[in-house]
Nanobody, 126 residues
C-alpha cells in the first residue's frame, strides 16, 4: 500500500518555528495534490494546508494563514510545511496525504485524501 512519511516534528517554544517534510519512497509526489492535516487529542482531524498538483495553488486554514507556508520540491520528492510563530494551540500530530484523485483541486476535507502517513508530533510549549 502506498504511504507517505512525515518528519520534522518536535518540541518548540511559543513563537518558534519548525519545518515539516512529507515524502514517499515508493511513488512520486510530482503532479499530485498534497494536503497537510493535524489532529489534537480529543479533536477531529483538521485540514491545515494544501498544495495543488501543479504547485500553482495553495490553501490554508484561517488559523494558520500568515504563519504557515506549504511548498514542494519535486526534485527531492518532498512537500514541506514551514511553520512560524507557533502557538500552543498548534500542538497536534501532523499528517500528510494525497488527494483522491491525485489531480483533484485542493481541499481541507480529510475524506478527499488517502495514502496517509503515520504522522509527526508537534508540541508547542514553554
Amino acid at each position: 500500500q502506498l504511504q507517505l512519511v512525515e518528519s520534522g516534528g518536535g518540541l518548540v517554544q511559543p513563537g518558534g518555528s519548525l519545518r515539516l517534510s512529507c515524502t514517499a519512497s515508493r511513488f512520486t509526489l510530482d503532479h499530485k495534490t498534497i494536503g497537510w492535516f493535524r489532529q489534537a487529542p480529543g479533536k477531529e482531524r483538521e485540514g491545515v494546508s494544501c498544495i495543488s498538483y501543479s504547485g500553482r495553488s495553495t490553501m490554508y486554514a484561517d488559523s494558520v494563514k500568515g504563519r504557515f507556508t506549504i511548498s514542494r520540491d519535486n526534485a527531492k520528492n518532498t512537500v514541506y510545511l514551514q511553520m512560524n510563530s507557533l502557538k500552543p494551540e498548534d500542538t497536534a500530530v501532523y499528517y500528510c496525504a494525497v488527494s483522491i484523485p491525485s489531480w483533484a483541486s485542493c481541499s481541507r476535507t480529510s475524506a478527499d485524501f488517502g495514502s496517509w502517513g503515520q504522522g509527526t508530533q508537534v508540541t508547542v510549549s514553554s
